[in-house]
């Protein structure tokens, strides 16, 4: 844009020459005006998505990325309403559905995350993380022999994660299983 704006300065300067001066001096004002109007929406991440889903309303991406950043600040309840409309957009959409599960879970709405954790398992029965969101959900629930096989296979799907490793420890510590939360 600045490229355009100097190419019609030039012409216009070759044209009338000083004459030109409070045309310049306009259209730099406003196009001054409209960076700072577009600067205004790159605040940070919440109103540089905000002002995409206002544009783009039918563009789930833009919700997604949108309802993220909102769980980021722990707006959640504004996020799961994020990801709803994505996934009105594409109800297949594997992020914005574990997404609203992970909303839910931390708004304490556990049997709706569960839910939605259960749309996507068969799937994609391959995700670590939608397991370990899983178990997390029903380690919450009380629900601790089904958590501990969620955490199981969450690790066997990705033996390196030491945050499930952990939680299956203390899983298995409350349910009894001392001997086996040590190792």
Not at 92 to 106: C, I, K, S, T
């Amino acid at each position: 844009l600045a490229a355009v704006a100097a190419v019609v300065v030039a012409g216009f300067w070759a044209w009338l020459g000083r004459l030109c001066l409070p045309w310049v001096l306009v259209i730099a004002c406003a196009l001054g005006a409209c960076a700072y109007e577009r600067n205004l929406a790159y605040l940070n991440e919440i109103s540089i998505w905000s002002d995409t889903v206002l544009r783009r309303p039918s563009n789930a991406r833009a919700h997604i990325a949108l309802g993220s950043a909102l769980a980021l600040e722990d707006r959640n309840a504004e996020a799961a309403e994020q990801f709803t409309a994505a996934l009105r957009i594409d109800p297949g959409d594997f992020e914005a559905r574990r997404n609203l599960g992970l909303a839910l879970y931390h708004m304490g709405r556990v049997d709706e995350a569960l839910a939605e954790y259960r749309r996507i398992a068969a799937p994609k029965p391959d995700s670590a993380p939608l397991h370990f969101d899983i178990a997390l959900a029903l380690d919450r629930a009380g629900r601790a022999g089904e958590a501990i096989g969620e955490y199981e296979r969450a690790l066997r799907l990705d033996p390196g994660d030491g945050e499930a490793r952990t939680n299956l420890g203390i899983a298995l510590f409350r349910a009894g299983g001392v001997a086996e939360a040590v190792v």
